[in-house]
RNA sequence: GCGCGAUUAGCUCAGUUGGUAGAGCAACUCAUUUACACUGAGAAGGUCGGGGGUUCAAGUCCCUCAUCGCGCACCA
């Protein structure tokens, strides 16, 4: 057989890429249906291997990140795909509810408009198509990878039956109590104007300055002077000596910000007697553990700051004025002017919660919100941990979700968003005395009103794997439900992975957990090992990488030394080498091509030699590691033997003799290196394939058997 | 403060259940129309962070200290 052309330059990655791609696609084995109409006796009674995967944010391109998510998923999947399992990968792109909108604000900011006072529903239309439109282009770089995902399940978050079985589980989880709408602290970002969860929050440290006021004979300290004027508990430690002479409830008035006022003592073992001089005043409205002490006793709770983060009336004078700056200066003024300021320390440190996305210091607000019980449904999740139902494939991820399932704090849903799924709620009177609320998807008919509040987004991301496979009872839930694998980012493992944990238990009535494996890869960090992020101009585009080096390079350089849970570097470097490898294969091929043809045809069954025995030992090894999610360990072993082995050795020792039984056992030995590259390297071995395979065998590698 | 991880060759990292230290990159020496220069051959390079313990045997298990990184929670 004539060499073809193409084997006498280096491999071209972006003369094949593409073409091969569309035939993996339009053979439809993405779709595990049609491998076992095609192969009925390997794929008919094999087992399912499902994974779904996380849907990336439809509102950007995908990063390195996501490059390295989608190449081990597909690398595994492969891998189960030619050892006859019927795998199913579906791809999806989520709303990313809160995300997104950020995004979109920035957008509208640019453009000199607001969301606020604009219509909700042109809002929702113009995030909706600024979306559909990235989420089409996310999904064309996902298949750039080469994921062999089955599009035909493609899902989004904002498909209709989607929502509607997000909206099925909240009017489900109501009616088992799972769910109650209550009036508590929640944070508050003022830019954004609407609550985040915990998980939405960061930490920074700053450095403030710390007051100290005179409250009649007590010293109260603060960093926080603007909160101050609905203050009127004084807080001291029943044990504490130096205020023994007071009881629970005594009362007493002092000189405070707008004049003479009444304060009331309360007695509680949360305060610390050694920090300062062991008293405070409460502020509940505007802090979480201030509102705990004030239910305790039952005290009142005033609103100081309005949800811009302005004063309000009861500041008198000092109304409307932007709380933490000009606010707390005219505050201290004033309470210097009375002689009640008695000490200024301006160098206090301490660690305040800020919008993980705007870093605006985080005001606490009482509001009233959905919230889920975590408490019943966590100790599930963490059975389902303890008792090995799920699995960790590095155990150190084991020890940070049971911790986390041991101490649940109940989820705030809610979020003042327009971008998002609605939440089944109907009121009247909303916000008064008299407010009554109707969960359900349709109107009850009359005054009511639907809540404008959306779903915190992990609220149905959370439900992903059982969403993308029709909710419970769907035939593709029958059939694929529980799945094998979740792989996804390290960083998933509080926001995403104990959610889809406890919504997939909870909807399979706590009999089955979504997901087997749980593998959490670390993040990429460019050469020098810090993150990548726009600011530092640090970001290397995975697509970039490909267009420079092809697609089998980049998937390679994100496998090889990438040992589950660990951060690695990213580097063009490490990315060329894998482009040599690739080539190597080429030449490989080349060689082989080039010496042998279709006549030499080999029955590895007759003939026993070092040579082939390595190769089956090298190709079990490969297995087992992929079998035990060691991608690391398997590629390397493949790049060894690839080029360490059978160009270095075999090929030099059998090219000085190449008798029909070494061309054979060249071409045999070839078709097998492909098959282990594949999952690996899945372009350019289709491609290579191509030219090596015989009439008698599958067209394409991806359903090659292993 | 609590928790998790890391510390192995110049750099980036592997090292399965304890059994004589590995790879890639870089650097060094040699080879030069070879299937492939996106190459080959060779040599060099490490008291595995410090200290202690268990063991016939420790990079690996236990304790402790140090440094770095990450996460979570916080005191008004």
């Known amino acids: 057989m004539a060499l073809p052309e193409k084997y006498k330059s280096p491999y071209d990655a972006s003369l094949v890429e593409e073409s091969i791609y569309k035939k993996e696609t339009e053979s439809g084995f993405f779709t595990p249906e049609n491998l076992v109409k095609a192969y009925p006796s390997r794929y008919e009674k094999s087992e399912a291997w499902t994974t779904i995967t ?25 891998f189960h795909r030619m050892n006859n399992k019927r795998v199913l990968m579906i791809p999806g792109s ?49 298949k750039r990878i080469g994921a062999s995902y089955d599009w035909s399940r493609d899902t989004f978050t904002l498909d209709a039956k989607v929502v509607t079985g997000v909206q099925d589980t909240f009017i489900k989880m109501y009616n088992d109590g799972l769910i109650y709408r209550s009036k508590r602290d929640v944070n508050w970002c003022s830019k954004h104007q609407t609550s985040l969860s915990d998980l939405e929050t960061t930490n920074k440290e700053m450095t403030d300055t710390f007051y100290t006021f005179k409250i009649g004979e007590f010293l109260i300290g603060t960093s926080r002077p603007e909160t101050k004027f609905g203050d009127k508990y004084i807080v001291v430690h029943p044990e504490d000596a130096r205020y023994s002479k007071y009881t629970q409830g005594d009362t007493f008035e002092a000189e405070w910000i707008l004049g003479p006022t009444k304060f009331t003592i309360i007695k509680d073992e949360s305060i610390d007697m050694e920090f300062g001089t062991g008293a405070m005043t409460i502020t509940p409205w505007h802090s979480g553990i201030d ?44 309470l210097e002017q009375k002689g009640l300021l008695v000490e200024k320390n301006e160098k206090y440190t301490h660690v305040v919660p800020v919008c993980y996305k705007c870093e605006t210091p985080i005001e606490p607000q009482l509001k009233d919100q959905w919230f889920v019980k975590m408490a019943p449904l966590a100790e599930k999740a963490l059975e389902a941990s303890t008792k090995g139902e799920i699995d960790f494939v590095t155990d150190q991820f084991r020890k940070t979700y049971e911790y986390w399932m041991s101490n649940p704090i109940d989820w705030n849903i809610s979020r003042q968003i327009v971008w998002g799924i609605r939440i089944p709620a109907w009121f009247k009177n909303k916000g008064t005395d008299t407010e009554e609320y109707y969960i359900g998807h349709d109107n009850p008919g009359g005054e009511w009103i639907q809540d404008i509040d959306t779903f915190d987004t992990w609220f149905s991301s959370g439900q992903w794997p059982v969403a993308t496979l029709g909710f419970v009872g769907a035939d593709d839930f029958k059939t694929y439900y529980p799945t094998q694998l979740m792989e996804t980012g390290r960083d998933l493992i509080f926001k995403w992975v104990p959610r889809m944990v406890i919504f997939g238990l909870y909807l399979t009535d706590y009999k089955q957990v979504p997901f087997k494996d749980i593998y959490l890869h670390g993040m990429v960090l460019d050469p020098k090992g810090q993150k990548m992020s726009k600011s530092k101009g640090n970001v290397m585009s995975p697509i970039e990488l490909a267009d420079e080096f092809g697609m089998d390079a980049l998937r390679m350089a994100l496998v090889v030394g990438t040992t589950p849970g660990s951060d690695q570097s990213m580097s063009k470097d490490k990315v060329r080498a894998y482009k040599k490898f690739v080539n190597k294969l080429w030449n490989i091929s080349r060689f082989v091509l080039e010496n042998t043809d279709n006549e030499n045809e080999w029955d590895k069954s007759i003939i026993d030699n070092e040579y082939i025995n390595k190769l089956e030992n090298v190709k079990m090894n490969i297995g087992l590691y992929i079998e035990k999610y060691q991608l690391h360990l398997a590629s390397e072993e493949l790049y060894h033997y690839v080029w360490h082995e059978f160009a270095d050795v075999v090929i030099e020792d059998v090219k000085k003799d190449l008798t029909d039984a070494n061309k054979a056992m060249l071409r045999y030995m070839l078709k097998e290196i492909l098959t282990m590259a594949h999952p690996f390297m899945p372009f350019v071995t289709e491609e290579i394939w191509s030219d090596v395979r015989n009439d008698g065998e599958v067209e394409l590698l991806l359903v090659k058997e292993w």
Do not use: C
Not at 64 to 72: E, I, K, P, Q, R
């Open 54 to 78: 996380p849907p990336p944010n439809a509102n950007g391109h995908l990063h390195a990140g996501h490059a390295l998510d989608v190449t081990l998923k597909d690398v595994i999947g492969r």
């Open 291 to 334: 509102f705990q002490i004030a239910k305790k006793y039952n005290l009142d709770m005033v609103q100081v700051i309005d949800e811009n983060g302005k004063l309000m009336d009861i500041a008198g004078e000092l109304k409307g004025l932007r709380a933490i700056t000009e606010g707390r200066k005219r505050t201290v003024e004033i």
């Open 94 to 142: 989520d709303h990313a509810g809160f995300e997104t909108q950020v995004v979109y604000e920035k957008k509208l900011e640019k453009e000199g408009r607001s969301r606020f006072g604009m219509d909700r529903d042109l809002l929702y239309k113009e995030i909706y198509d600024f979306t559909i439109a990235n989420k089409d282009t996310v999904a064309g770089e996902v």
